[in-house]
């Protein structure tokens, strides 16, 4: 593949707008692809990234597209049966969080894919904050061997703002990045496992009040209900012996600032990753130190004190990547973690569903 002469934009919410299209739209700019066009269900919204971005919209059915490259920012459940549809059509697929939310689903993208060279890099995003990075080196030179790994993403009040963001849950949604970086990051993918899962602090506010104030809001005359949830809590014992803990919350009760955490628990040493992960404003004023290694006798050695404020960073690395990995042929190892993610949230569902333990397998 070119680094995509004529690329696809499908879905132009507040994702597309605030990084994809800028990004596109740069890239051809500077002669990286040669045209730029946008589809969206609603037309008006697709009217209107087409104007501001300088774009032609397509109508017509993706096959009829001729379309290099398909970046996919639709809402969650559409991301799995878009892709292979794209990939169908000869395209190269870059493709939003999450991949998809069943495990079949999954498997059906990566089987398509290695039958199209591995076409396919899904966005998970961060895995490019410059943290991941040296987290990765401290566990290779530092901590030793993953035992237990603890990772919560709360906040205080950062709903999706649309019907399509909030439909997955927040599993789906906040827990799809954290469950990514526990099994990316040491590099756990490959295993079995039982998973077990609990919803948290069901929703009692209004979700007018509670909306992430970062995303563009729906139209007026458009009703996005409240979820039932605003938080979860869920746990994997792998066969290896490793142990996942994950809680992630819309709207945490009792919080006064967002705040992202993740603990690796290795042979040697504690490594602690303090942050805000996203787009909320609280970004801009979490304290440092953003990572540091406990050692086994609690003497503490900060690693970075100060971290990204702008998460524009990050979103511009990965679709830096995207390109690269889809130039290169190289798309095939992402492609195979997000699969593994995707089989552990899938087995995570089930459990919220049954209220029992669900077995998973992450080999691919």
């Known amino acids: 593949m070119s680094r995509g002469r004529r690329v696809l934009v499908v879905g132009c919410g507040w994702i597309s707008r605030l990084v994809h299209l800028p990004y596109l739209a740069g890239l051809r700019a500077t002669g990286g692809l040669r045209s730029l066009y946008v589809a969206d269900t609603d037309p008006e919204r697709a009217a209107r990234a087409a104007r501001d971005f300088d774009a032609e919209m397509y109508t017509g059915p993706l096959e009829g597209a001729g379309a290099d490259l398909v970046l996919a920012a639709t809402p969650p459940v559409s991301h799995a049966a878009l892709t292979l549809q794209a990939l169908a059509a000869g395209a190269r697929v870059i493709v939003e969080k999450p991949l998809a939310l069943t495990v079949e689903d999954a498997a059906a993208v990566l089987a398509a894919a290695r039958r199209h060279e591995g076409g396919v890099y899904p966005l998970y995003t961060m895995r490019h904050r410059p943290e991941a990075a040296l987290i990765r080196q401290a566990l290779a030179q530092r901590i030793g061997p993953a035992r237990e790994?603890?990772?919560?993403?709360?906040?205080?009040?950062?709903?999706?703002?649309?019907?399509?963001?909030?439909?997955?849950?927040?599993?789906?949604?906040?827990?799809s990045h954290l469950v990514d970086l526990a099994l990316w990051l040491p590099d756990w993918c490959g295993a079995t496992g039982t998973a077990r899962a609990e919803h948290q602090h069901p929703a009692a506010a209004t979700i007018g009040d509670l909306r992430a104030g970062w995303q563009c809001q729906e139209p007026a005359d458009q009703v996005v209900p409240a979820p039932k949830w605003h938080g979860v809590r869920a746990e994997a014992t792998l066969d290896a012996g490793h142990l996942l803990r994950v809680e992630a919350s819309w709207a945490a009760p009792g919080i006064r600032r967002d705040l992202s955490r993740i603990d690796i628990i290795g042979e040697r040493a504690t490594l602690t990753w303090r942050t805000v992960l996203g787009w909320s404003p609280d970004r801009r004023t979490v304290p440092g130190p953003a990572l540091w290694i406990t050692d086994v006798e609690g003497r503490e050695q900060v690693l970075l004190h100060d971290q990204p404020r702008d998460p524009r960073v990050e979103y511009t690395a990965q679709l830096d990547a995207a390109f690269a990995a889809l130039i290169s042929g190289d798309a095939v190892g992402p492609l195979e973690a997000a699969c593994a993610s995707t089989a552990l949230l899938h087995a995570m569902r089930t459990s919220l569903d049954t209220a029992a333990p669900a077995p998973f397998d992450i080999r691919n």
């Open 149 to 175: 790994i603890r990772a919560s993403w709360l906040r205080r009040d950062g709903v999706p703002a649309t019907q399509g963001g909030m439909e997955p849950g927040v599993l789906w949604d906040l827990g």
